[in-house]
């Protein structure tokens, strides 16, 4: 599985996008890029995934470069609740294989008011 | 539709006991996996379950077994607990064995 590089901590003022950065630069052509974030001593919350497309749902959106290196997580308009470690993970996502999910650091989001 | 459940929430062991910690995967999902978290680290595989059948297994020794039920419940048991087993312990469950995961509450594990 491909190894993600995160930057440790980011800040946000309450309102604005949160753009949070992703490298994972070894990605084989069989893996999607995963978004999880986890909050205080809670379980993992799943955001997001995609392969190759943009994608965007209720909660993110999610860009992924055309060389598939690198992705960028957005949140619209974050609130103070959006503040969590966030996980970029990539994972190969095919029937029979685990598909288990390798947690690095991650980046510890802080919105502040 | 109830999402993954786990349980019990808290639970204090002395070291050398044997635990039991328990999860219930979402409506329609049949995978379950599990996963240590120690503090201040992201989560580690432990294994999967699919179908009732170990599916994968990350590195921890044989004392972490598990089982998965025919409605897809699943146990994970560590025997002779350690120190280093203080951990919360996460259970997500998926549609199929590579499907996107979806995690429980957790369960924290303290050993004396």
């Known amino acids: 599985d491909a190894k993600t590089t995160q930057p440790t901590s980011m800040d946000c003022a309450e309102g604005r996008a949160a753009n949070l950065p992703c490298n994972h630069s070894t990605i084989s052509g069989n893996e999607y890029v995963y978004w999880y974030r986890q909050i205080h001593s809670q379980g993992p919350q799943y955001i997001i995934h995609g392969l190759k497309n943009n994608e965007t749902n209720e909660m993110a959106s999610l860009i992924i470069t055309e060389d598939r290196k690198s992705s960028t997580l957005i949140l619209p308009h974050a609130t103070l609740r959006d503040t969590a470690v966030y996980y970029c993970?990539?994972?190969?996502?095919?029937?029979?294989?685990?598909?288990?999910?390798?947690f690095g650091q991650g980046t510890t989001l802080q919105v502040k008011p | 539709e109830t999402g993954v459940t786990q349980s019990p929430t808290h639970l204090i062991k002395t070291r050398g006991q044997q635990v039991t910690l328990r999860c219930s995967s979402q409506s329609g999902h049949n995978t379950v996996s599990w996963y240590q978290q120690a503090l201040g680290q992201g989560p580690q595989f432990i294994f999967q379950?699919?179908?009732?059948?170990?599916?994968g297994r990350g590195n921890f020794p044989p004392r972490f077994s598990g089982l998965q039920f025919p409605n897809y419940s699943s146990e994970l048991n560590v025997n002779a607990l350690e120190l280093d087993d203080s951990a919360l312990y996460l259970c997500?469950?998926?549609?199929?064995?590579?499907?996107?995961?979806?995690f429980g509450p957790g369960t924290r594990l303290t050993v004396l």
């Open positions: 379950y699919y179908r009732e059948e170990e599916n």
């Open positions: 997500a469950s998926s549609f199929m064995q590579a499907d996107t995961q979806y």
């Open positions: 993970i990539v994972r190969v996502a095919r029937s029979g294989n685990t598909g288990k999910l390798i």
